[in-house]
C-alpha cells in the first residue's frame, strides 16, 4: 500500500493569519508534493477559518487548495474532510465538486491491521460548558436555517469576523495553551476512557488543539494530536507498518 497522511487546522481564509495566502500555497505545495505516494489523505477538521454553505453560494477563496485537491481526488486519492468546529457547515460542495468524502462523526476504521480511531477533537473530554453550549448551537438544525436566511454579503463576513475575533482572543492570551499532562488534557483523558471499551484501538488522531502530541498509552496504543498548518505545518504518516508525526520542510518530504 502506498502512505496514508493525516492533517488538520489550516484555518484557510482567517482574517487574523497576515500570511494567508502563502500558507494555502505551502500546503497546496505539500500536497503536491505527496499526491503519488498517497493511497489517501485525511483532513481532521478546521481546514477552513469559517466555511457555510447556501444552496447554490459558497465561501470565496480557497482556489489553490480545492484545485490540487481535485487533482488528487481525479487522479484516484481519497480526501476524506472531517468537519472542525469552524468548517462545520458543510452539505454537499465539497464532495460533489471536489470530491472529497465528508465525515460529520468521529469514524474508526482498518488500515493494514491497524485501527484507527480518528476525528477532529472539539467536545471530546472537554468539560467546558460555554464552548458546549456554543458546540450544540452551531450544529442546531433550526439555527443554522435562520443564519441561512441572511444574506450571504453578511453572514459571510459576520462569520469570518467571528472567527477572526476568536484567533485573536487566543493570541492575546499567549496562544494555544501547552500540553496539560496526561490526567488534564482533554483529548488524552478522553481517548483513554475511549480505550477501555474500545481496546482494539492502536491510533487515535487528533486535531483542535494545535499542539503535536505523540503519546502511548498502552503496549498497543498511541494518541496524536497533529499540531496546525498556520504556523506549525505537521502532519502524521501511516506507511502500513509505522506512523510518524512530522513536519513539513519544502522540498523534504521523504514519507
Known amino acids: ?66 484545485g490540487k485537491v481535485s487533482e ?47 476525528g477532529h477533537g472539539d467536545g471530546l473530554g472537554d468539560k467546558d460548558w460555554k464552548f458546549r453550549l456554543l458546540r450544540a448551537v452551531f450544529r442546531n438544525k433550526m439555527c443554522r436555517r435562520m443564519f441561512a436566511c441572511l444574506h450571504p454579503r453578511w453572514a459571510m463576513d459576520f462569520g469570518q469576523e467571528w472567527a477572526k475575533h476568536s484567533r485573536l482572543k487566543h493570541m492575546k492570551q499567549g496562544g494555544e495553551p501547552p500540553y496539560m499532562g496526561e490526567d488534564k488534557e482533554p483529548l488524552v483523558v478522553y481517548a483513554k476512557e475511549y480505550l477501555k471499551t474500545h481496546p482494539d484501538v492502536n491510533y487515535l488522531i487528533f486535531g483542535h488543539r494545535h499542539i503535536e502530541l505523540d503519546l502511548m498509552l498502552s503496549r498497543t496504543a498511541r494518541v496524536l494530536i497533529l499540531g496546525d498548518w498556520i504556523s506549525q505545518f505537521t502532519y502524521a504518516v501511516f506507511d502500513g507498518e509505522n506512523l510518524f508525526l512530522e513536519s513539513f520542510v519544502e522540498g523534504e518530504t521523504e514519507l
Request: charged share 25%; glycine share 6%; net charge negative.
Open 1 to 66: 500500500m502506498k502512505n496514508i497522511y493525516f492533517i488538520s487546522d489550516a484555518h484557510l481564509g482567517s482574517r487574523a493569519i497576515a500570511h494567508g495566502r502563502q500558507q494555502e500555497r505551502r500546503l497546496v505545495r505539500f500536497l503536491d508534493e505527496i499526491k503519488d505516494k498517497a493511497d489517501a489523505v485525511y483532513m481532521l477538521g478546521d481546514m477552513f477559518d469559517f466555511w457555510f454553505e447556501y444552496r447554490l453560494v459558497v465561501p470565496r477563496g480557497f482556489t489553490r487548495f480545492l
Open 72 to 118: 488528487l481526488t481525479d487522479s484516484g486519492v481519497e480526501v476524506h474532510f472531517f468537519v472542525g468546529n469552524h468548517d462545520i457547515w458543510c452539505t454537499d460542495y465539497l464532495e460533489r465538486e471536489c470530491g472529497m468524502i465528508v465525515h460529520h462523526q468521529p469514524m474508526t476504521l482498518e488500515l493494514a491491521d491497524k485501527v484507527f480511531y480518528l
